[in-house]
């Protein structure tokens, strides 16, 4: 089974236009780590953010934000205001304790802005 | 320095030719991480390395060998490669290996192309 699902495979916004990118998990652990990793085109992955499963505050970093919420297994984030820089596929992972350091990565969502 | 270097960004071989991989960090992390990331995937999890030992195969052919000569290098020899491990090769390092809350540092990848 899946353990993190990112539903959308493929996103186009115009230029300023705010964009969410849903990921959902699936876990039986009480404690565990989320994370998202931007990778644009040149390839590498770039870490945005880390979630630990007891903090459910939202977080806000400048044009970025994440809505964490343990009722709906969910760890949406927020693009404001989209720029073209943004365009890239954006991955969500997650990492439980029993499966030491490994990262779960959802299927990826590719994110175009058009100018 | 919080970069992880990959050397060579492309590489094409045949598939009798023998190859490697070189990763490099100066982060003092002790983990460090193979991937393989085919296009429009997201990152499959080869190897780990965990203060120089490996903790982790991913079931991985044994055409692909790793090695770690130190807490900062990680090799990936390639030999008698198939057209399908054609890839994106992705190197990580983390603090540790033990630890479920750390997050991964990315390289930029190999590009390789076994014909």
């Known amino acids: 089974a899946q353990k993190v699902t990112q539903a959308q495979t493929e996103i186009s916004v115009v230029e300023k236009e705010d964009v969410t990118l849903d990921c959902v998990y699936e876990t039986r652990d009480t404690t565990y780590y989320l994370f998202w990793y931007k990778q644009p085109p040149s390839g590498e992955l770039v870490f945005l953010i880390r979630r630990n499963s007891f903090d459910e505050q939202n977080e806000i970093s400048g044009r970025y934000s994440w809505n964490f919420q343990k009722s709906t297994s969910s760890f949406n984030f927020t693009i404001t205001a989209s720029q073209v820089v943004d365009s890239a596929v954006y991955f969500c992972?997650?990492?439980?304790?029993?499966?030491?350091?490994?990262?779960?990565f959802g299927t990826g969502t590719s994110l175009t802005v058009i100018p | 320095d919080t970069e992880v270097t990959q050397t060579p960004k492309h590489l094409v071989m045949g598939m009798t030719n023998k190859k490697s991989l070189k990763c490099e960090q100066h982060m003092g992390h002790r983990a460090m991480y193979w991937y393989k990331q085919k296009a429009k995937k997201p990152p499959e999890l080869m190897f780990v390395y965990s203060y120089e030992k490996l903790s982790i195969n991913e079931s991985v052919p044994s055409r692909f060998s790793p090695e770690c000569p130190n807490s900062s290098l990680l090799n990936l020899h390639l030999h008698a490669l198939q057209p399908e491990d054609s890839a994106l090769y992705l190197c990580?390092?983390?603090?540790?290996?033990?630890?479920?809350?750390?997050?991964?540092?990315f390289g930029p990848g190999t590009r390789l192309t076994v014909l």
């Open positions: 992972a997650l990492s439980e304790p029993n499966t030491g350091n490994q990262f779960y």
């Open positions: 990580a390092s983390s603090q540790d290996g033990t630890s479920v809350y750390n997050e991964q540092f």
